[in-house]
């Protein structure tokens, strides 16, 4: 029913930024939730950042507060997530995920998954 693909991961040095895509295909994109997910090598899989489907509600983990942004175009069918001020710890392969109904950062309760995305910060 909805398909993500991510675009934008690559290497970038500490302090510089980078910005992450995923393009949505489905008929009811508006409709859905997001969320941008990370796992690090080593770590559990966390929530980054989630966006309601009209894009007047977002909410982040602590440790990106005030460097990561997401937002989303439901005209072009894509979300993104901002990253400015990147930390060698952001490392990690980056998720885009989607949802019916309200937004939250529970992993569980998001129904579509992209294939991932590596963001390597160098230090």
């Known amino acids: 029913q909805v398909q993500l693909v991510e675009s934008g991961g690559g290497l970038v040095q500490a302090g510089g930024s980078l910005r992450l895509s995923c393009a949505a295909s489905?008929?009811?994109?508006?409709?859905?939730?997001m969320g941008w997910f990370r796992q690090a090598s080593g770590k559990e899989r966390e929530s980054v950042a989630a966006i309601s489907w009209s894009g007047g509600s977002t909410a982040y983990t602590d440790s990106v507060k005030g460097r990561f942004t997401i937002s989303r175009d439901n005209a072009k069918n894509t979300v993104y997530l901002q990253m400015d001020s990147l930390k060698p710890e952001d490392t990690a392969v980056y998720y885009c995920?989607?949802?019916?109904?309200?937004?939250?950062?529970?992993?569980?309760?998001?129904?579509?998954w992209g294939q991932g995305t590596q963001v390597t910060v160098s230090s």
């Open positions: 489905g008929r009811s994109f508006s409709s859905y939730a």
């Open positions: 995920a989607a949802k019916r109904g309200p937004f939250d950062t529970t992993q569980r309760d998001y129904d579509y």
